[in-house]
């Protein structure tokens, strides 16, 4: 069965250092999506994005983020200058058509010292 | 701002019961209704989709949506110790995008 994969698992990193997380969404979808959940919080949306650029982001989703699609297979989040309250499992996501019917990567846990 | 809401319970069951999970929201102009399972340290998993008033089955799941209550559940026949995760609602706002606003999810736990 197709899935979402997302490296690495678990990175962690110091605070103010720069973190590229990556998932290799599911290849006949057409939009992709990250999503954070910090331990014991609700799951937040980051950003989409379709066709090659963000199609919506959040309030989370500021200066020091940025995603990128550099081929045709990969998606990838940067943090630019990681905080302490970055430290979150992050969640790669993908659909084949714009609703809420998405596929989850595994996550990968980031941990910010 | 948009919200979703949960009891975060936990639910616990027995094994076999039916196990009911309720979700309210907010935006009464909220279109498309969905549920996800979480197990521990896992990612969210899409269980079931409901887009019209009323109810929607799929084995043992069955969804309901009362647009005019702003209200959304999930019952689990035949509740089985496999099913003991957290289940998330969400809501896509705005409808027709990938952008989903979710609750802090349900814990349910299924008791041999």
């Known amino acids: 069965e197709p899935e979402v994969t997302q490296t690495p698992s678990h990175q962690v990193t110091q605070m103010g250092q720069e973190v590229i997380l990556r998932c290799v969404p599911i290849?006949?979808?057409?939009?992709f999506y990250w999503y954070r959940q910090i331990l014991g919080q609700k799951v937040e949306f980051l950003v989409s994005?379709?066709?090659?650029?963000?199609?919506?982001k959040s309030e989370i989703f500021d200066d020091q983020f940025s995603v990128e699609r550099p081929d045709g297979s990969n998606f990838t989040l940067k943090i630019r200058s990681t905080k302490l309250e970055d430290s979150a499992m992050y969640f790669c996501?993908?659909?084949?058509?714009?609703?809420?019917?998405?596929?989850f990567g595994e996550g990968s846990r980031l941990t910010v010292l | 701002q948009k919200e979703v809401e949960q009891n975060s319970g936990p639910l616990s069951v027995p094994e076999g019961a039916i196990a009911s999970l309720n979700c309210t929201y907010s935006d009464r102009g909220s279109q498309s209704f969905f549920w996800y399972r979480q197990y521990s340290g896992k990612s969210p998993e899409l269980i079931m989709s409901?887009?019209?008033?009323g109810d929607k089955e799929d084995g043992r799941f069955t969804a309901q949506l009362n647009k005019a209550s702003q209200y959304v559940s999930l019952l689990i026949r035949d509740s089985q110790p496999s099913d003991s995760a957290t289940y998330l609602c969400?809501?896509?706002?705005?409808?027709?995008?990938?952008?989903?606003?979710f609750g802090q999810g349900t814990t349910l736990q299924v008791k041999p």
């Open positions: 969400a809501v896509n706002i705005p409808s027709n995008t990938g952008k989903l606003i």
């Open positions: 994005f379709y066709n090659n650029e963000i199609s919506e």
């Open positions: 290849s006949n979808h057409l939009y």
């Open positions: 409901i887009y019209s008033n």
């Open positions: 996501a993908s659909s084949w058509g714009n609703t809420g019917e998405l596929f």
